[in-house]
């Protein structure tokens, strides 16, 4: 009962007049005034319209703007919601409203929760891409631009493993927080005939409900071979023919984005390529990219890295990708430093490194 008298003064404050609410979208932060409890559960749902009546129920007529709290008094006393979007800025929520619960969770198959921030100034490079996402990141802040026939509707992400593809979808979706489902296309396949169709419906569906809302669908390629290939596997086929069905909008996808990403464009099948309005390259850094992505991730080094000459290694890791360069290299250096006891990490440890990470991969080439 102690903290209901703290949000009082907060519930009041939204009396005021303010133009009607067009959007709210609140993230689940748990019981941020019981002091010392830990245990604030996360909530998702997989029914949005159950939420948006959930919400509208107990919250219609509250002035709100974007960081305030509002507080559950129908099913958590007091659980609270932050709210991260709100459409004007300040405004009133009507029974119009439309309400969401934040969360990158939405979808049944394969789907992620990032708990990690990802954003836009961590990725180094991939400009044509950054570009691409605020892009869709205008629209999908605009109804009318995004119910247009002008919105971005699939777009390919395409490149050798490694350059930051996921990381560019995890970036989005944290830059826009509307509804965001991530997939790998290997986990459509299901085990009986017909799962894979199935669950592709299903994300469509669910992604119709919660618009405007992206669908990243990683590794593409697991299920989008080409017609030669699919005929090995009869539910490869159903899930082809389903993905082109929704591609195409048969039933109206208003609002919705669809990313592909893969490794390898030329094993798609050409009727799911040519659904691709936007097929954008994710290249290996360059030299400079380089340099600047181990200083990125060297500065998160727990040990210190001292004189090291960022540009010559920039320039000896041709062909290099960002995940090689973090997790070969620099990771590798650390590993390397914590089994020595060593408290920092010199040039010649961090070439030590690459040699060694080089012979991995000449060992590698060797067994293939
Ligand atoms: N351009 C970049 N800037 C900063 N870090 C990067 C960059 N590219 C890759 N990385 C690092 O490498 C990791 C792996 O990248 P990511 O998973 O996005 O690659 P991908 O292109 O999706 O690869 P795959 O094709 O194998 O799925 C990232 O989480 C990040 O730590
Ligand atoms: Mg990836």
């Known amino acids: 009962m102690e903290?209901?008298?703290?949000?009082?003064?907060?519930?009041?404050?939204?009396?005021?007049?303010?133009?009607?609410?067009?959007?709210?979208?609140?993230?689940?932060?748990?019981?941020?005034?019981?002091?010392?409890?830990?245990?604030?559960?996360y909530l998702s749902?997989?029914?949005?319209?159950?939420?948006?009546?959930?919400?509208?129920?107990?919250?219609?007529?509250l002035v709100v703007k974007e960081g305030n709290f509002l507080f559950d008094s129908l099913i958590f006393p007091d659980y609270a919601f932050r709210a991260v979007t709100v459409e004007p800025k300040e405004s009133q929520?009507?029974?119009k409203t439309k309400i969401f619960l934040y969360s990158e969770q939405k979808a049944d198959p394969g789907s992620k929760i990032f708990q990690q921030h990802t954003t836009f100034a961590e990725i180094i490079g991939q400009n044509q891409a950054k570009e691409k996402c605020q892009i869709i990141g205008k629209f999908l802040r605009n109804d009318d631009l995004m119910n247009s026939p002008w919105a971005p509707k699939n777009i390919l992400f395409w490149g050798p493993p490694g350059n930051g593809k996921t990381m560019m979808a995890k970036a989005l979706s944290h830059e826009i927080k509307?509804?965001?489902?991530?997939?790998?296309?290997?986990?459509?396949?299901?085990?009986?005939?017909?799962?894979?169709?199935?669950?592709?419906?299903?994300l469509f569906y669910e992604a119709r409900?919660?618009?405007?809302?992206?669908?990243?669908?990683?590794?593409?390629?697991?299920?989008?071979?080409?017609?030669?290939?699919?005929s090995i596997r009869g539910d490869v086929v159903e899930l082809v023919s389903a993905l082109l069905g929704e591609m195409d909008g048969i039933a109206s996808n208003h609002g919705i984005i669809t990313i592909g990403s893969t490794n390898q464009p030329n094993m798609l099948d050409s009727a799911i390529l040519s659904r691709f309005e936007d097929l954008i390259e994710f290249?290996?850094?360059?030299?400079?990219?380089?340099?600047?992505?181990?200083?990125?991730?060297?500065?998160?080094?727990?040990?210190?890295?001292v004189d090291i000459s960022w540009d010559i290694i920039g320039q000896e890791t041709t062909e290099w990708s960002g995940r090689d360069l973090k997790e070969k290299i620099i990771k590798g250096a650390i590993h390397h430093a914590v089994l020595t006891d060593r408290s920092k990490i010199t040039m010649q440890e961090l070439t030590d490194s690459i040699q060694k990470a080089n012979l991995f991969s000449e060992n590698l080439t060797y067994y293939s």
């Open 178 to 202: 509307s509804s965001m489902f991530l997939i790998k296309a290997s986990d459509l396949l299901g085990i009986y005939v017909g799962d894979g169709a199935r669950k592709i419906k299903n």
């Open 3 to 41: 903290h209901q008298s703290k949000i009082k003064p907060k519930q009041e404050s939204f009396t005021r007049s303010a133009p009607k609410m067009d959007k709210l979208i609140l993230s689940p932060v748990g019981y941020p005034l019981k002091a010392g409890d830990e245990s604030s559960p």
């Open 93 to 95: 929520i009507t029974k």
């Open 283 to 305: 290249k290996y850094p360059n030299s400079s990219e380089r340099e600047q992505i181990l200083t990125l991730y060297a500065n998160q080094s727990p040990i210190p890295f």
């Open 45 to 61: 749902t997989d029914d949005p319209s159950l939420f948006q009546h959930y919400a509208r129920s107990q919250w219609v007529g």
């Open 209 to 230: 409900r919660s618009t405007p809302a992206i669908i990243f669908i990683d590794e593409l390629d697991s299920i989008a071979l080409k017609r030669n290939f699919q």
